[in-house]
């Protein structure tokens, strides 16, 4: 007899011999032996989980000779028939290479005919999300009313390209991965049947690799065994299955905790020259990192390690750990594959990974202090907070209340007191400032106002330079919050002289006053210098210095607009003409 592959000998022929999918074989056991079968049924799931099988179980269970029945008994001739796929009644549909209407309708045609030797005429339709939308236009009306004797099956691992019409019409069940357990249970029958010797370990290896599919399991187990002769061994799984083993991973992981950077590079580097994919690499990494996580806070719960065995070696790497670190581990492994997919440069991605992995803090002592901390702190708010209760409770205003209530009134208080104004500077700056000075301030004022930011600028819209000498001026504000605003802002003191500094070419000292406080400095200036109030042109007593008279002709300027100033500038005071509206 030719030799078959172990996952076409050891297809299960009966519910009982399926791995996993409790879920489903209950619900299809029960619809039989309470005779409430229904006409389609949709079974959806990843490749290898069991969808043909289930659904030739459940056609042999619906036809057997003692039935319809929960298990098919395998031994009737209708049994045996559809086992060997010579049934006439159980028709199998390959939707892949017969995606066509045509076929389609081949299959409508014949569905009115009575079985000719079973009970029901089953359809089993696999792969059939490929099926044409001409194709499935057809099968729809056929499939809301078949005849009674006809039940379709459809298999599918994409049943997102199944039109919601066709869905609707079917009972769906959603066959899931199996278990790495399922699996080597399953694989421990098999190799017992056939009398092959086995060690577990190298199992779970097979099983890690086949990510949930008892078919792409039974496919390595036998190339396993076909490599290894007589006898299976743990380095022939880890080089037909692509896989890592543990003791890799312990060295790598040893290397990370250890910061050794270049060490864990060089594992790297090792493991892609002998072949291994960098994509699988990072897979399995994020799986001995998870079996890490088991390790620290299940340490008993040893049955669930996919990579990593319970051996004291790997509990103490993992007590090294903090669950954060492993935490920040995994995600940073998981993006990592995630933007492998789109790259074709995968080496390169790991190592960068690699390299963040060593910087990630351990955080182990620092976590555990710092919770400490915060638990103490919580608890003193905590104790305070129902003290401060106890306090209202009996009517007591607490103190800290009081203070509170008082804190208002001196800030109030203060901010009554009005704005502090250096009036000796500002004597200062009158006693050596210029017309040409002020000048170059006015000449530039409307391009420092488009430059500050919108905020500062706001602040100025009722400012204006009023006296200047060669390293200072006067800013005069019309309303005294304006002013205050200006002189407690950090930001606006720090950035205003810069930005006139880059426009003059001076680092000017400002000096802020409010227009009250700036008019009496200014008549006591001009008191205390000897000159009349207004004289605009010359002065009583003709001994006057003509400093202090040009001086006084550059303050009476200061109604000046700056933006008239700057339009005087740009076109000349004999075309410039000022309306007051």
Known sequence: MTYQAFYRAYRPQSFAEMSGQSHIKQTLQNALLYNKTTHAYLFSGPRGTGKTSAAKIFAKALNCENGPTKEPCNTCETCKSITEGSNTDVIEFDAASNSRVEEMREIIEKVRFAPSNARYKVYIIDEVHMLSTSAFNALLKTLEEPPAHAVFILATTEPHKIPLTIISRCQRFDFKRITSSDIVSRMKEVLTDANIEYDETVLKIIAQAAAGGMRDALSMLDQVVSFSGEKMTLEDALLVTGSIGQDVFFQLAGALIEKDVAKALSCVEQLVDDGKDPVRLTEDFITFYRDLLVLLVAPEQTELLEIATGDAMFHELASKFAEDTLYKSISILTNTQQEMRFSNHAKVYLETAIIRLAQVPRGNVATTESNSELEMKVRALESQLQQLQEQISQGIVPQANAGAQEQPKRQRQKSNAGVKVSSGRIQEILKTATKTDIQTIKSHWATILQLLQK?????????????ASSGAFVLKFKYDIHCQMAMENKTFSSSFPQLIANLTGTMY????????????????????????????????????????????????EISEDPLIVEAEKLFGKEFVEVHDD
């Open 455 to 467: 905020s500062h600028a706001a602040l100025l819209n009722d400012a204006e330079p009023v006296a």
């Open 509 to 556: 000292e400002v000096i802020y006053v409010p227009e009250e406080n700036w008019l009496k400095i200014r008549e006591d200036f001009i008191r205390q210098n000897g000159l009349k109030q207004g004289n605009a042109g010359g002065t009583e007593d003709s001994s006057q210095p003509t400093e202090a008279m040009e001086l006084l002709q550059g303050m009476e």
